[in-house]
């Protein structure tokens, strides 16, 4: 693993955060359509460790947020009748998919959906070929917002973005990689070009190696919900030549999410 990301597999090792991310990973993995997943759809849906799922899986079930029926696991009583955030991240995600998918097949890039929490992004879907070398990406990870394309995105977009700006550069945002932005005055040129793009690009500033371009998908016209983005390894394919199609994405999840 990289020098500029730490990851720890061992729930043992594990902070309380970081296990609670797990959790919520796991829960969102499961939409309406699905029947039930079993063991190894929900590995492949948040990427988190096999032995992990497992062990997350059965407590889960012990305090019903899961049932289990054989091999398949399926949402449970608790959590099937809670409200809020879950289930609208959950909507965003349905509708998103099968733009996702239609980016992936064009571009064979990775491919994903973020939200905003606090100073943070979160990915609820992933998408990413068999051979892609393994990154720092997984379904509800947590990445600075300045770090990322999809998290400048937010910072560009926000309609309180002042204060959230103000807020992010009094915690002396951490440097990832010599590329990421953490001055108060490169984050506002930073987001001044992005404002004026309509779209955000991330060379380097999370992970040597790797470009990100992303672009916003609004609830309404003053409102960024998610955003949708496109990573690569940097002498791999060019991202840019995708910049239409990325765009084109996002128009049409943010058709949808307003029907």
Same mark, same amino acid.
């Given at each position: 693993?990289?020098?500029?990301?730490?990851?720890?597999?061992?729930?043992?090792?594990?902070?309380?955060?970081?296990?609670?991310?797990?959790?919520?990973?796991?829960?969102?993995?499961?939409?309406?359509?699905?029947?039930?997943?079993?063991?190894?759809?929900?590995?492949?849906?948040?990427?988190?460790?096999?032995?992990?799922?497992?062990?997350?899986?059965?407590?889960?079930?012990?305090?019903?947020?899961?049932?289990?029926?054989?091999?398949?696991?399926?949402?449970?009583?608790?959590?099937?009748?809670?409200?809020?955030?879950?289930?609208?991240?959950?909507?965003?995600?349905?509708?998103?998919?099968?733009?996702?998918?239609?980016?992936?097949? %064009?571009?064979?890039?990775?491919?994903? =959906? *973020?939200?905003?929490?606090? $100073? +943070?992004? #979160?990915?609820?879907?992933?998408?990413? &070929?068999?051979?892609?070398?393994?990154?720092?990406?997984?379904?509800?990870?947590?990445?600075?917002?300045?770090?990322?394309?999809?998290?400048?995105?937010? %910072?560009?977009?926000?309609?309180?973005? =002042? *204060?959230?700006?103000?807020? $992010? +550069?009094? #915690?002396?945002?951490?440097?990832?990689? &010599?590329?990421?932005?953490?001055?108060?005055?490169?984050?506002?040129?930073?987001?001044?070009?992005?404002?004026?793009?309509?779209?955000?690009?991330?060379?380097?500033?999370?992970?040597?190696?790797?470009? *990100?371009?992303?672009?916003?998908?609004?609830?309404?016209?003053?409102?960024?919900?998610?955003?949708?983005?496109?990573?690569?390894?940097?002498?791999?394919?060019?991202?840019?030549?995708?910049?239409?199609?990325?765009?084109?994405?996002?128009?049409?999840?943010?058709?949808?999410?307003?029907?």
């Amino acid at each position: 693993m990289p020098r500029t990301f730490h990851y720890e597999d061992s729930l043992g090792n594990e902070s309380a955060t970081t296990v609670i991310s797990k959790i919520s990973s796991i829960l969102l993995a499961f939409d309406d359509a699905d029947s039930g997943l079993n063991l190894k759809q929900i590995v492949d849906r948040t990427g988190v460790p096999r032995s992990t799922v497992h062990r997350l899986c059965n407590e889960l079930v012990r305090f019903e947020l899961l049932s289990r029926k054989e091999n398949l696991y399926d949402l449970g009583r608790v959590v099937m009748g809670a409200s809020g955030e879950l289930k609208e991240y959950k909507n965003i995600r349905v509708i998103s998919e099968p733009h996702l998918y239609d980016l992936f097949a %064009l571009t064979k890039c990775g491919v994903h =959906l *973020a939200v905003r929490q606090g $100073l +943070t992004t #979160r990915f609820l879907a992933r998408i990413i &070929s068999s051979d892609t070398k393994p990154t720092i990406s997984r379904i509800w990870g947590e990445r600075p917002l300045h770090t990322t394309a999809s998290g400048k995105t937010f %910072l560009a977009f926000e309609k309180d973005r =002042l *204060a959230l700006m103000e807020h $992010l +550069t009094q #915690r002396s945002p951490r440097a990832f990689t &010599s590329n990421t932005f953490i001055t108060k005055s490169a984050l506002q040129s930073e987001v001044k070009r992005i404002r004026q793009l309509g779209y955000s690009t991330e060379n380097e500033e999370l992970l040597m190696g790797w470009r *990100a371009i992303a672009a916003p998908i609004w609830k309404n016209r003053n409102e960024i919900v998610a955003t949708v983005s496109l990573s690569a390894e940097i002498d791999g394919v060019d991202i840019d030549s995708f910049l239409p199609d990325l765009l084109k994405t996002a128009e049409n999840i943010t058709k949808f999410l307003r029907r």
